[in-house]
């Protein structure tokens, strides 16, 4: 909705006419099942100092807790036309961990369980004094003084949580009550100075240097300098704060002020932002940046690319973000909810399983394949001649590299080839021992054309066959490194996924943060089970799975 500045400036104008300060004073010297506290009666003493300076004041003493509540209604009736409000309050005070209570004259042994039955929470007196931010104070007076009290409360003032805009000033009763009724009504003064010449006064929330609690007398000279000095220093303290709320209490001060053209114009900018309240809800979270990557890990796990993850909100986060919201019928604002994190980690974590249970299926599909393929090429039980076993262990490599009996294979193909060095003809060895030096396409052939069936002939075919493939390969595996280059995966990091793979039954080798043959293997290994690109490097969506697989069930070779 776009305010009209002019509808707005005359709709403020009228109201200027009809603001007021108000003051609501009320002290309770004797209570009925408790010490009383001689100097709440001070306060009575602060009513004509402030009424002199304009105040309309509400005023009571020793009141039962239902006369507290009623003075705190009419104090709150025209609340929203208060320019400037003093609340004093001055007698017994308790409190809990969460909350404090001012006691009506006739609680008796309250508990944390019957409080808000014996007193007004000063959360409530403060949420009514946030109706006048930048003018509004409260005043807390007690003494030490003798209470029984239940379960859950002790006797004085705990922790508040001050609204914006609001000033809360505590210390002995008495001396609050000269501090209302003498200092208080100073005009050209600012609570801080005022407090600053009090140290047996303690003060907390808004307090500004340079804004006067009370403007000094208007048709001076000095008057008019400081009542613009104090403009100015307000809309200083306004810019600080940089909300809408705080805009508005300036215009609400100054209606026709000097600065009111651009508060207006903040006022429509903040409250024409598109999902504003979205974005303020998220950031009222506070997010951590593990918590981000958590978050775009688990946007990423149920199919919503985030472009990265880095614990950084950008575009391609918020893109996401959109996209998930849209798909689950939910409000499209990129920003999101503590339900909606929820949800998403729920998700997450179903997909998690449900791709657990996919791996650990096509794991068993693949490794009674690997069995049976093992079976017919590689068994001791296969009949056959020493050149027959030996096809059949190549073949078994050739489609299995990392399988089960991958090992196995190898082991016996290198003591096959050993063998058949020590039998083959010393031209034959001296033959092959220069083919496998040069290790080149060229030498092998040239291998094969001297000894066709040589004792290495099928060795030679196999590395032709190899070299054939490296200049694709080679493109590939470089691809796959520099990718992996990119992740810019620390020791600390390398270790655990090392770990993982470990964890997982797939053989890294020594878990050192060091990738080497073994780790690439067993990453081999993890990419095929898992129907990824199959590189034996990672990339960003190996590691995505690797990190949300849980360890059930995963076990193995």
Same mark, same amino acid.
């Given at each position: 909705?776009?305010?009209?500045?002019?509808?707005?400036?005359?709709?403020?104008?009228?109201?200027?006419?009809?603001?007021?300060?108000?003051?609501?004073?009320?002290?309770?010297?004797?209570?009925?099942?408790?010490?009383?506290?001689?100097?709440?009666?001070?306060?009575?003493?602060?009513?004509?100092?402030?009424?002199?300076?304009?105040?309309?004041?509400?005023?009571?003493?020793?009141?039962?807790?239902?006369?507290?509540?009623?003075?705190?209604?009419?104090?709150?009736?025209?609340? #929203? #036309?208060?320019?400037?409000?003093?609340?004093? &309050? $001055?007698?017994?005070?308790?409190?809990? #961990?969460?909350?404090?209570?001012?006691?009506?004259?006739?609680?008796?042994?309250?508990?944390?369980?019957?409080?808000?039955?014996?007193?007004?929470?000063?959360?409530?007196? %403060?949420?009514?004094?946030?109706?006048?931010?930048?003018?509004?104070?409260?005043?807390?007076?007690?003494?030490?003084?003798?209470?029984? &009290?239940?379960?859950?409360?002790?006797?004085?003032?705990?922790?508040?949580?001050?609204?914006?805009?609001?000033?809360?000033?505590?210390?002995?009763?008495?001396?609050?009550?000269?501090?209302?009724?003498?200092?208080?009504?100073?005009?050209?003064?600012?609570?801080?100075?005022?407090?600053?010449?009090? =140290?047996?006064?303690?003060?907390?929330?808004?307090?500004?240097?340079?804004?006067?609690?009370? =403007?000094?007398?208007?048709?001076?000279?000095?008057?008019?300098?400081?009542?613009?000095?104090?403009?100015?220093?307000?809309?200083?303290?306004?810019?600080?704060?940089?909300?809408?709320?705080?805009?508005?209490?300036?215009?609400?001060?100054? =209606?026709?002020?000097?600065?009111?053209?651009?508060?207006?114009?903040?006022?429509?900018?903040?409250?024409?932002?598109?999902?504003?309240?979205?974005?303020?809800?998220?950031?009222?979270?506070?997010?951590?940046?593990?918590?981000?990557?958590?978050?775009?890990?688990?946007?990423?796990?149920?199919?919503?690319?985030?472009?990265?993850?880095?614990?950084?909100?950008?575009?391609?986060?918020?893109?996401?973000?959109?996209?998930?919201?849209?798909?689950?019928?939910?409000?499209?604002?990129?920003?999101?909810?503590?339900?909606?994190?929820?949800?998403?980690?729920?998700?997450?974590?179903?997909?998690? $399983?449900?791709?657990?249970?996919?791996?650990?299926?096509?794991?068993?599909?693949?490794?009674?394949?690997?069995?049976?393929?093992?079976?017919?090429?590689?068994?001791?039980?296969?009949?056959?001649?020493?050149?027959?076993?030996?096809?059949?262990?190549?073949?078994?490599?050739?489609?299995?590299?990392?399988?089960?009996?991958?090992?196995?294979?190898?082991?016996?193909?290198?003591?096959?080839?050993?063998?058949?060095?020590?039998?083959?003809?010393?031209?034959?060895?001296?033959?092959?021992?220069?083919?496998?030096?040069?290790?080149?396409?060229?030498?092998?052939?040239?291998?094969?054309?001297?000894?066709?069936?040589?004792?290495?002939?099928?060795?030679?075919?196999?590395?032709?066959?190899?070299?054939?493939?490296?200049?694709?390969?080679?493109?590939?595996?470089?691809?796959?490194?520099?990718?992996?280059?990119?992740?810019?995966?620390?020791?600390?990091?390398?270790?655990?996924?090392?770990?993982?793979?470990?964890?997982?039954?797939?053989?890294?080798?020594?878990?050192?943060?060091?990738?080497?043959?073994?780790?690439?293997?067993?990453?081999?290994?993890?990419?095929?089970?898992?129907?990824?690109?199959?590189?034996?490097?990672?990339? #960003?969506?190996?590691?995505?799975?690797?990190?949300?697989?849980? %360890?059930?069930?995963?076990?193995?070779?």
């Amino acid at each position: 909705m776009m305010f009209k500045p002019l509808v707005l400036l005359a709709g403020l104008g009228a109201f200027a006419a009809h603001a007021e300060d108000r003051a609501l004073i009320l002290g309770n010297v004797s209570y009925d099942h408790a010490a009383a506290i001689p100097t709440a009666a001070d306060a009575a003493r602060a009513v004509a100092a402030l009424e002199g300076a304009g105040f309309t004041v509400v005023a009571g003493a020793d009141l039962p807790v239902a006369d507290l509540r009623a003075k705190l209604a009419e104090l709150l009736v025209g609340r #929203e #036309e208060t320019t400037r409000m003093v609340i004093l &309050l $001055a007698g017994h005070f308790v409190r809990s #961990e969460r909350g404090t209570w001012f006691l009506g004259t006739d609680a008796d042994v309250p508990d944390l369980a019957t409080a808000d039955g014996a007193g007004v929470a000063l959360a409530t007196v %403060l949420e009514i004094a946030s109706g006048a931010p930048g003018g509004a104070l409260v005043l807390l007076g007690s003494e030490e003084r003798r209470i029984s &009290l239940g379960a859950g409360l002790a006797a004085g003032i705990g922790p508040l949580d001050i609204p914006q805009g609001v000033t809360v000033i505590r210390g002995d009763a008495a001396q609050i009550a000269v501090f209302a009724g003498r200092d208080l009504v100073q005009r050209g003064q600012s609570l801080s100075a005022l407090v600053a010449a009090r =140290p047996d006064l303690i003060a907390d929330g808004f307090l500004s240097d340079l804004v006067p609690f009370l =403007p000094a007398e208007a048709g001076t000279a000095s008057g008019a300098t400081l009542a613009a000095t104090a403009e100015s220093s307000f809309w200083e303290a306004t810019k600080s704060l940089n909300t809408p709320e705080a805009y508005e209490a300036y215009l609400k001060r100054y =209606p026709g002020g000097l600065y009111s053209t651009e508060a207006l114009a903040e006022v429509t900018r903040a409250r024409s932002e598109p999902g504003r309240e979205a974005r303020l809800a998220e950031e009222a979270m506070a997010l951590g940046r593990d918590q981000r990557r958590e978050l775009q890990r688990a946007l990423t796990l149920v199919g919503f690319n985030t472009k990265g993850i880095d614990g950084i909100f950008g575009g391609g986060t918020r893109a996401a973000i959109v996209a998930w919201q849209q798909k689950n019928t939910l409000p499209a604002t990129s920003y999101l909810t503590r339900d909606q994190i929820v949800r998403i980690t729920a998700q997450a974590d179903r997909r998690a $399983a449900e791709l657990e249970a996919e791996a650990a299926r096509r794991k068993a599909e693949q490794e009674a394949l690997d069995r049976a393929y093992w079976a017919e090429t590689g068994s001791e039980d296969l009949a056959g001649d020493a050149a027959s076993r030996e096809a059949g262990l190549r073949a078994y490599l050739k489609r299995y590299p990392d399988g089960l009996y991958s090992e196995v294979a190898a082991d016996r193909i290198k003591a096959i080839e050993e063998a058949q060095r020590q039998a083959a003809e010393a031209r034959d060895r001296a033959a092959w021992d220069q083919a496998e030096a040069a290790g080149t396409d060229a030498g092998y052939r040239a291998y094969l054309r001297s000894f066709p069936d040589g004792a290495f002939a099928a060795a030679a075919r196999d590395r032709i066959a190899a070299l054939s493939q490296t200049d694709a390969d080679a493109a590939l595996l470089q691809q796959a490194a520099a990718d992996e280059a990119a992740l810019g995966l620390n020791d600390i990091t390398r270790t655990m996924l090392e770990s993982r793979l470990d964890a997982l039954g797939l053989e890294p080798g020594r878990i050192d943060g060091q990738f080497d043959e073994d780790t690439r293997r067993a990453v081999r290994r993890y990419q095929t089970a898992r129907d990824l690109s199959v590189t034996g490097y990672l990339n #960003e969506p190996t590691v995505v799975r690797l990190l949300a697989d849980t %360890l059930r069930g995963l076990g193995g070779n």
